[in-house]
């Protein structure tokens, strides 16, 4: 996209010599959540798409009738 092109070349005038082998991915930090299992293979999740993936999930623990992910569930607040 247009956007990317101009962000590329701002980049482009700030070329540092030692990270000429290292490949550089242009991500936003404003509404993207970073993966922190470093085995996984999709480090960067938009709010958008981490929302699909949790109703998602949410709706196939419901279809088979399990309860919901551990990781899906709000946590008790003890009184």
Request: charged share 40%.
């Amino acid at each position: 996209s247009k956007k990317e092109a101009k962000e590329i070349a701002e980049m482009a005038k700030f070329r540092n010599p030692k990270l000429a082998d290292k490949k550089i991915v242009l991500k936003y930090t404003r509404n993207v959540l970073r993966c922190t299992n470093s085995s996984c293979k999709a480090n960067f999740w938009s709010r958008d798409a981490n929302a699909a993936r949790n109703m998602l999930e949410l709706l196939s623990s419901g279809l088979k009738k399990k309860h919901r992910a551990r990781r899906l569930r709000a946590s008790r607040r003890s009184k």
